[in-house]
């Protein structure tokens, strides 16, 4: 493992604003297939943790934080011993999954990490725009009775 500081050269030399598009409905090629995508975003689908624009810049700082992250790992594998990188995934396996909170009692469908998740990975003192604007705007209100049986894989009375 190195100890690199910066990224290596990965990003796009162009930028389009234009969407990549799917194949769309399998008899008329280009529209929207209602039936197979639906009209909105699911309620239960999980927000997507990347952004909807596709700027070369945004994937540059992505890389950015992942290479400071190997390289503080790395660091702390070369001071403290293989057992403190490993103690600290593990320390953010747990938090990533052992918390979990309703929709509506305002937990996240995903995508986004709690308190605990932004104190161990040292980004607790930043807000990002996804901070702010979740993307939870347009989707459907759940009930909690509909997730929690969802969650625990219960089937409800038909």
Known sequence: MSLRIVPAEGHLNSFSHIAERTAGAPSAPGLHDTLRAGVGPSPYSAAENKPTSAHP???????????????????????????EPIRRGMEL??????????????????????????????????????????GEELRAPVGIHDEIERKLKMQPPA
């Open 57 to 83: 810049l945004e994937a540059r700082l992505k890389s950015w934080e992942a290479t400071r992250e190997a390289l503080r790992m790395e660091t702390l594998r070369r001071t403290y011993g293989i057992a």
């Open 93 to 134: 396996k747990i938090t990533r999954e052992g918390e979990w909170k309703p929709m509506a009692l305002g937990g996240t469908s995903g995508g986004l990490g709690s308190v605990h998740e932004e104190i161990l990975s040292g980004r607790d003192d930043t807000i990002t725009w996804e901070d702010v604007f979740t």
